[in-house]
């Protein structure tokens, strides 16, 4: 019965915990910025995050996971899942910051160089059996997006990712970058450069996309639309125009 009272209290403050942390987002995302207990300001996307970004030892930026560890010390914390998503995991158990369980053991990072998904790395352990499907999997340990293959960085722990790249690699399905590296369609156009150049974030407008054209990145396929002459673009790296009626000759200028 204590148990159950202690449970219910634990739920009750959660609540009212979280409630307070949506409160206070909403009123910090106005400036985008955190003050610290010294008044140096971090960014909102810190707070929260389960590194430490404030000076001193206040950890005041972290004031969840303080919280957390509060609740353990009085018996109050109960491994509850706190994340909205359904297919999410939580970076600590009772923590709001989660991630998508399909990243679970994927090694990748922000254009900051944040560790992505968990900044504490949390989502990196245990990952010996992990499948890694769609990726290059370390041996016996992490997996890694098709673009920290052949980037120049050895991000697998004895660097076996950099080992396969004697070929200029082919990249089947995906954008390859000016540099060579391979990008997969979900890192098109998802707001961080995965190539050195940005090839994977030009042209992610839909407005600079030809009418009934598919663009991803710099390749528009524009195939099978009745054409009778190529869309205006500029900086296109490849646009398919098969299965149109547009008559070469009638062009003076090409210059895709
Ligand atoms: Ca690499
Ligand atoms: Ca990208």
Known sequence: MHKNFQHAK?????RV?????????????????FSCHDHTTISNS????????????????ESEYLEILSLERRGLF?????????HQ???????????PSSKFCTYDHLSSNDLRYCRNGIHLHNCIIAACQGMFKCPNTICLPMHKVC???????????????????????MLKCDPGICVTQEYICDNISQCSNHDDEMFCDVSACPHNCTCSGDIFNCS????LMPPVGSGVKFMDLSYNTINLQALYVVSY
């Open 10 to 14: 634990y739920k009750r403050t959660r």
């Open 17 to 33: 915990q979280l409630f307070k942390y949506a409160k206070f987002n909403r009123r910090e995302n106005k400036t985008g910025y």
């Open 46 to 61: 810190l707070v929260n995050d389960l590194i430490v970004d404030c000076p001193g030892h206040d950890a005041e930026d």
């Open 78 to 86: 109960n491994r509850d899942n706190l994340c909205q998503e359904y």
């Open 89 to 99: 995991l939580p970076c600590v158990w009772g923590h709001s910051r989660c991630y």
């Open 151 to 173: 980037n120049g960085v050895k991000d697998c722990p004895l660097g076996e990712d950099e080992q396969v790249c004697a070929v200029p690699l082919v990249c089947p399905g």
């Open 224 to 227: 099978g639309l009745g054409l």
